[in-house]
């Protein structure tokens, strides 16, 4: 297989949101038929990245904490209809009782609390708001009015909670007699054979090849950080290409790999099911099961797949499991979304063009609408800039300038509408579009862009 086309559009996102490095891998039934890194580990010291380079996972370590509470489930030691006091001293939610699977699917209907948000930026510098939660328990402690913020019935709403796996991890511990990250090591770490998959900074500096961590600053500048531990059972991992490859074929492989069985197919099915909407999709039906995100209309087929930041590393795991293909990516900073490189990548691979999706057609258009338009005879003149889905019309004289935010609103190759709002009212701003020709009608006016 010719992965020249993909190793060129991975270049170019890295180039472009210049993320210091990237690393990929790509599995066919059980095979990493393909694994590289992309860019420098280290920009300082000029130490390429390859597969073997260690960086953080983020909140893929949800899908971890999934499985090992399925683990106990497996072994009968709790249910997922349990009612999460049973196990931990906190009542989260006067609506109703918060179980188990509420937590695993963020829909307890408590919003977020935002500690990891304040932890992150807390401990890589970037916020003065120090939220030094050093335990699950101080996490715990951290909650204890939080029910008094729950805006749903439990089941009724999605809320990505990272508190609610952190008291997941929690009750791993109590139930299970092991701290959690030991529980995670000796049921799923080590069974599978991913040696250098670590929780603990003494463990990460042991190793001779880890990402150094780094913030893209409003400038473009790479600046030294550091990771951000502290974090368990929301985000505290950190792995390579080639662990992570096993991880991800046992999920395709049913629960097994290699012979060895972490839990059974009707668990994984379990996990694979979609409970609940997430407003963020890229393929357009995501639901949440436990700790992974779910479509059943990829191209036609079932997708999985699921996410991770900490401000200085990214990633995302991605597979479809009745093609037995996956996909892992990581980066050791942020910058262009990983889980849009994991769709277009395994689009190519089923021989499909990505811009068959909407928010690949939305970037590829917003970003050939950008330019200077002008009106009959020259006489007013603007310019367009793509800024994430939107786009940015300006208008300026020698002392003035007036911006308009443009919203999309549909989107095709050869037609484009967006609108602006304008005292309340959404006035239209629609794009004809023939070859390399536009026609921008907004308003009162007829624009062509000029260059």
Do not use: C
Not at 3 to 28: A, N
Not at 59 to 86: M, N, Q, R
């Amino acid at each position: 297989m010719d992965f020249g086309e993909i190793e060129e559009f991975i270049l170019g996102k890295i180039r472009e949101s210049r993320l210091p490095s990237l690393s990929i891998g790509i599995i066919k039934d059980d095979e990493l038929i393909y694994a590289r890194g992309f860019g420098f580990r280290d920009i300082e010291k000029g130490l390429p990245a390859t597969p073997r380079t260690i960086y953080g996972i983020g909140s893929i370590t949800k899908s971890f904490t999934a499985l090992a509470i399925l683990k106990l489930v497996e072994e009968g030691k709790l249910s997922l209809e349990d009612p999460v006091d049973k196990y931990v001293p906190i009542k989260l939610n006067p609506m109703g009782i918060v179980k188990i699977h509420h937590l695993l699917t963020h829909s307890s209907g408590l919003p977020a609390l935002g500690y990891a948000e304040a932890y992150i930026n807390g401990a890589l510098g970037l916020d003065s708001n120090w939220l030094p939660l050093a335990t699950p328990e101080d996490v715990l402690a951290f909650m204890r009015n939080a029910a008094d913020w729950a805006v749903a019935k439990p089941g009724e709403r999605f809320f990505y909670l990272n508190e609610g796996y952190v008291i997941l991890g929690l009750i791993i511990k109590r139930v299970s007699g092991l701290p959690y990250e030991d529980f995670v090591k000796e049921k799923i770490l080590k069974p599978l054979g991913m040696t250098r998959t670590y929780f603990t900074a003494e463990e990460v500096l042991k190793d001779p090849e880890v990402a150094i961590p780094y913030i893209i600053d409003k400038e473009g500048r790479h600046i030294l950080s550091r990771f951000p531990f502290g974090i368990t059972a929301d985000g505290g991992l950190l792995s390579n290409v080639i662990d992570m490859a096993r991880y991800v074929s046992m999920f395709i492989n049913r629960g097994e790999l290699n012979g060895i069985r972490i839990v059974g197919k009707e668990l994984i099915e379990t996990a694979e099911r979609g409970y609940i909407d997430v407003p963020w999709k890229i393929i357009g039906d995501e639901k949440y099961g436990y700790g992974l995100i779910i479509s059943q209309n990829f191209h036609g087929r079932k997708f999985v797949e699921h996410s991770g930041d900490v401000g200085v590393y990214t990633a995302d795991i991605a597979y479809l499991p009745n093609d037995r293909i996956g996909i892992i990516i990581m980066a050791n900073a942020q910058g262009y979304s990983l889980s849009m490189i994991g769709i277009h990548v395994l689009s190519k691979l089923l021989g499909h063009d990505p811009s068959e999706l909407r928010p690949f057609m939305l970037e590829s258009i917003t970003k050939k609408l950008e330019g200077v338009y002008e009106t009959y005879g020259s006489t007013v003149r603007i310019s367009i800039q793509r800024q994430g889905d939107y786009l940015v019309m300006r208008s300026s004289t020698k002392y003035t300038e007036e911006t308009t935010i443009l919203v999309p609103d549909e989107v095709r190759k050869d037609y484009a509408r967006f609108y602006a709002l304008i005292n309340g009212a959404k006035v239209p701003a629609e794009f004809l579009i023939e070859g390399n020709k536009i026609v921008l009608i907004y308003e009162r006016f007829k624009f062509i862009k000029r260059e």
